[in-house]
């Protein structure tokens, strides 16, 4: 299938990625170039054959219902570039 | 006494238990070469000598009371850093992920640390895992200890080199499509892909979550196996971890040494053009040297093998893609500095954050999932995976493993690599089938090439049939000596 | 131009687990921010999702009680977008093969006629966390508590045609998933929401027409005024020569008015497909049968028993049953006292306007059916009156199980004056006080009884029989 200017930029802004011109240009050459690979896979009769999306057929894996406790919050949120006691912080969602 | 730092880890324990050293000296005299070596190699990106130091004399003192007798206890072992460590830095080998220190250990080191084995550090590796190189990493390229010119392989690139390099007795990797039997190959060390869902992936973060499985990277597939007996079972905390019939089982006791009947399969496709001259006959030989012991050993066709790298590279980009999203400079790690706004904010963020490689590893899978390409791409990859493991399947109803090149070549030379992806992808050919499907395959050292560079040889089972793998693995072991070479005598006399 | 408006509807519940739907935290309601979280759902680096059976259960009993078909075979899928709600960057949610199919719900509609509301599928999948706004600078906080909340998402066909609809509809399934005891179904505390597609055409048009999705929509009232306004702004639009936008809009309750979401927030690439972490899940034959046998009864069958057993009429029985609390509450008292349709009258008169003043939910009514059953006692042998009965109501739906009814009524004496006596007293003393009314009865105009009446009832505090003070003010008169 071939890609264009258009489709890597699509992608990207979807990526939450950023490229400059010259960036995606050169993504294109090398997205196209392995695009371009995993074409052969359309010659490959999957006619009736159900994509495998778990390999070994196990079944319902599930937990008990039980409470357990959290965790320290402040744990849970140090990590965060920015954040205040409760919470980390984003710049504003809404206007 | 002879140097610690050749023993292998079971050698370690031996001398541990039996009173020879103690644990806090073998992992001081560990610390010590990789202090000496590292600053060349650099396999590690972070090195915890203290909290190790102080773990060795809590272990040794459980060793004396015998409330620790394993085979590994008191053994210091080296993590890939894409394994969470609570409390340790854990990076990815990405800027992205900053300082970031997990509250919470993986399941695996919690299983290492109730086994009494030390860790020492976290290795080096391709950004997220992503490549066959380790030249990706934010924290620079680990080099080969047996040509410091060359590429360890990758993603476990730390990995291997720190246990070929004597900075390391044994060591954790991750493999999503070769990142542990492709470094492994080309360091001249032995490593283990297990079954799929043999091991937890809890706190391994994640590259393409359907594909990972944590396997060991060790001297010989005596330790591999010991290391595997610490970190397999069915975790609660993982829901795609299996249930291990033989859980009570020990894969080291399991090693017989006896191949005879062994039906070991040769798939020609594997030995044709694009393979390197020496890799063939060095992989051919042990083939033969199988059949000595017993083996019978008969050519066979992979006829999808053509196929392996697209559906391999659309399934794991893809997952990729979705598992990286949840860096984008808001919970943990790095922030862009400067940004307008939410949106700008991710942007900033990911784009500064991630490495050239992961970025076109996220676009990649993101377009084959995106609206209009699904069909075409992601779901095709999965029917195919559908028809390779199939065609497994019934490989494994005639023979009980297939014998085939780790990689089709030695290690290439720094920056030989990173120029052509599409090269680099097509590398992974004999790696990534395994994963594809869910087995588990070994890779042992079978030769050097004329350039002293080692050479690999992969054992592939059937699901769950680690028995075989390993056994013929360690069958080989015992007549071999490939694996006993040293990297730093050779490197020395070069 | 007639015009026809055509709804569907997505309806999240959550449901009502101990634990979040992938880890081990409470999903208790509220709470100070981030303190009912731990790495898995916050999203943290390798951490994994294990699914809690309770939600496979309670999904598959509403799946069940809403007359769907259930797939043996269900997985998850991850529904991939950036939000800072939402830790992971992907909702784990079910696209390519939800656990339930082709539902339906039959509803009353305005004229009274039987109408089936198709429901397309329902799967399971998680919460959000919440964003809280700074109301200074440039920030915005985000509380993470109900990120892994289960939920389930309801899809209906788009068989709505009048908002009266959509409410009979929504009624319907909070009612189900009450009896079911898999939701609180709580709009106001967030645990039922519902999205409304809503577009509009041409009355005898087959076609659809474009269409709009408000989400945002926390009360019956509100999806009421959403529904409304949209569809005039829909038809105004066309009307004029212009066109509908597909878009998303948020509904903002307090401004009464919808507002498109932008554009960029519209381009929508959702990415889905499997789930890898989590093994798909299949429902046996035998589980899907033991679902079933376990399934309480519900509202429809419970009227058409209250209607048999407590001889209620259909209208009464609907609105009893609506809610199993309340029909909970009905039947033990009923059983108590054996005055079924008192029973029901107080609670239709009384109990639900209190409901309705205090904008209660249903559920939240704690009234015991000890105490109402004695108060019943109390009304029709007569100790206490018809007006007495009606303050003393309210003092019993707020008391709890203890409350001595008997004693009460001694306390503050609220018993019906039995002694004529009394009764003589005080309609002489009325009488002899008020000579104007007197003569005015007297020239016939009998209208002042009222007053008479109202006066004694006054001085009796409301306590006697308003028929028996009614006779003795007519006997007295007649005296004079």
């Known amino acids: 299938m071939k890609i264009t200017k258009e489709t890597v930029s699509y992608v990207a ?5 950023k490229l400059g011109e010259e960036q995606t240009e050169r993504m294109l050459g090398e997205l196209s170039e392995i695009i371009d690979y995993m074409d052969i896979l359309s010659g490959v009769d999957t006619e009736g054959v159900e994509p495998l999306s778990h390999v070994f057929s196990i079944n319902n894996v599930v937990r008990e219902d039980e409470v357990k406790p959290s965790y320290n919050r402040t744990i849970l949120i140090e990590n965060a570039p920015e954040h205040t006691e409760q919470s980390v912080v984003v710049p504003k969602t809404v206007e | 006494m002879r140097d610690i730092l050749k023993m292998t880890a079971i050698e370690v324990g031996e001398a541990i238990r039996k009173g020879e050293i103690t644990s806090v ?31 060795a004399k809590k272990v040794q003192k459980l060793i004396e009371s015998g409330e620790l007798s394993g085979p590994l206890a008191g053994v210091p072992i080296a993590i890939k850093d894409n394994i969470c460590t609570k409390g340790v830095k854990t990076s990815c080998a990405s800027k992205i992920l900053g300082d970031f220190k997990p509250p919470y250990d993986a399941t695996v080191i919690t299983r290492l640390e109730e086994a009494g ?3 020492v550090g976290k290795l080096n590796m391709d950004e997220f895992a992503m490549g066959s190189t380790t030249e990706t990493s934010f924290y620079g390229a680990t080099k080969n200890p047996w040509d410091k010119n060359k590429v360890p392989g990758g993603s476990s690139g730390g990995a291997a080199a720190a246990v070929a390099a004597g900075e390391a007795f044994c060591a954790l990797g991750s493999d999503t499509g070769g990142s542990i039997r492709q470094p492994a190959s080309y360091c001249g060390v032995t490593g283990f892909k297990p079954t799929y869902g043999t091991v937890s992936r809890y706190g391994l973060i994640a590259y393409a979550s359907s594909l990972d499985q944590i396997g060991p990277v060790a001297r010989d597939v005596r330790d591999c196996a010991a290391i595997m007996d610490i970190i397999k079972g069915k975790d609660c905390m993982d829901g795609t971890s299996i249930e291990l019939e033989e859980q009570n089982e020990s894969y080291l006791q399991m090693l017989s040494g006896d191949v005879s009947k062994l039906r070991v399969a040769l798939p020609k496709e594997c030995f044709g053009e694009g393979v390197d001259d020496e890799v063939r006959s060095s992989v051919l030989l042990m083939a033969e040297e199988l059949k000595k012991q017993g083996a019978e050993v008969t050519e066979i066709s992979l006829p999808f093998i053509k196929y392996v790298i697209p559906t391999y590279y659309i399934m794991a980009t893809a997952e990729a893609s979705s598992n990286l999203s949840r860096f984008d400079g808001v919970k943990y790690g790095f922030r862009a500095t400067e940004y307008d706004g939410l949106r700008d904010l991710y942007e900033a963020t990911r784009s500064e954050g991630f490495g050239e490689e992961v970025k076109k590893r996220i676009l990649l899978g993101t377009f084959v999932l995106s609206s209009g390409y699904y069909d075409a791409y992601y779901k095709k990859a999965l029917q195919v995976k559908s028809i390779i493991k199939e065609q497994f399947d019934s490989i494994f109803e005639q023979y009980d493993v297939i014998i085939c090149p780790t990689a089709p070549a030695t290690a290439p030379t720094i920056g030989e690599s990173l120029s052509d992806s599409l090269k680099m992808y097509l590398s992974d050919i004999f790696t990534v089938s395994p994963n594809i499907a869910g087995l588990p395959a070994l890779s042992v050292p079978c030769g050097f090439d004329r350039s002293g560079m080692p050479i690999g040889a992969q054992i592939i089972g059937p699901r769950l049939g680690e028995r075989n793998v390993l056994g013929a693995g360690y069958a080989y072991q015992q007549v071999t000596d490939f694996h006993k070479r040293n990297a730093a005598e050779r490197s020395e006399t070069k | 131009m007639t015009w026809e408006t055509v709804m569907g509807l997505e309806v999240h519940v959550e449901l009502a687990t101990k634990s979040k739907i992938f880890c081990s935290c409470t999903t208790e309601f509220g709470g100070e921010a981030n303190t009912h979280c731990c790495p898995i759902c916050t999203g943290m680096p390798g951490t994994l999702p294990v699914l809690n059976e309770k939600v496979l259960e309670f999904a598959l009993k509403a799946g069940i009680a809403l007359n769907c078909d259930i797939t043996r075979y269900n997985k998850f899928d991850r529904k991939n977008y950036f939000y800072p709600d939402l830790p992971k960057a992907y909702q784990i949610s079910q696209l390519y093969f939800p656990f339930a199919k082709n539902g339906k719900v039959e509803i009353t509609t305005k004229s009274g006629e039987k109408k089936t509301i198709g429901i397309h599928e329902i799967h399971m999948e998680e919460d959000a966390g919440k964003l809280i706004h700074s109301p200074f600078g440039d920030a915005t906080y985000a509380d993470y508590n109900r990120c892994g909340v289960p939920l389930i998402e309801i899809v209906s066909e788009p068989d709505f045609r009048g908002s009266d609809e959509v409410i009979a509809y929504l009624e319907q399934v909070k009612s189900t998933l009450e009896y079911l005891g898999v939701s609180d179904c709580k709009m106001q505390e967030g645990s039922m929401r519902a999205d409304v597609n809503l577009s509009v055409r041409p009355v005898g048009s087959k076609e659809f027409g474009t269409r709009t999705e408000m989400k945002n929509i926390n009360s019956f009232k509100a999806i009421e005024h959403a529904i409304e306004f949209e569809t005039k702004r829909q038809i105004e ?36 497909f499997p789930e890898p972490d989590i093994p798909p899940i299949s429902v046996s034959e035998e589980r899907l049968a033991a679902l079933k046998a376990e399934q309480p009864e519900l509202a429809g069958p419970k009227k058409l028993r209250y209607i048999e057993q407590f001889g209620l009429s259909d209208y009464h029985a609907s609105i009893i049953t609506l809610n199993k609390n309340i029909a909970r509450i009905f039947e033990q008292t009923a059983e108590l006292c054996g005055e079924p349709k008192e029973v029901c009258n107080w609670i239709i008169g009384n109990a639900m306007y209190l409901i309705n003043e205090r904008s209660m939910e249903l559920g939240d009514v704690s009234l015991s059916p000890r105490v109402f059953a004695e108060f019943i006692k109390a009304i029709t042998s007569g100790k206490i009156n018809k007006s007495v009965g009606k303050t003393l109501f309210e003092v019993i739906f707020d008391s709890d199980d203890s409350f001595d009814i008997d004693k009460y009524i001694a306390d503050n004496q609220l018993a019906v004056i039995d002694d004529d006596g009394a009764i003589y007293e005080v309609v002489q003393a009325i009488i002899s006080a008020n000579p104007q009314s007197v003569e005015q009865y007297k020239e016939g105009k009998t209208k002042v009884m009222a007053f008479f009446v109202g006066q004694c009832m006054r001085q009796l505090k409301g306590k006697a029989n308003p028929d028996k003070v009614n006779k003795i003010i007519v006997e007295e008169l007649a005296k004079q």
């Not at chain 3, 004029?240 to 307090?254: A, C, F, K, L």
């Not at chain 3, 401004?255 to 381009?267: H, I, L, Q, T």
């Open chain 2, 25 to 55: 000296e073998a992992t001081s005299a560990l610390l010590d070469a990789i202090e000496a070596a590292d600053s060349e190699i650099n396999a590690y990106i972070t090195v915890c000598r203290e909290a190790a130091l102080e773990q």
């Open chain 2, 117 to 119: 084995m030390v860790v």
């Open chain 3, 237 to 272: 639009l066309l009307e004029s020569g212009g066109r509908v936008v597909q878009q998303t809009r948020r509904w903002d309750d307090n401004k009464s008015k919808s507002y498109a979401m932008r554009s960029k927030e519209n381009a929508q690439d959702y990415r889905y």
């Open chain 1, 13 to 17: 802004e979807l990526s939450r990625i």
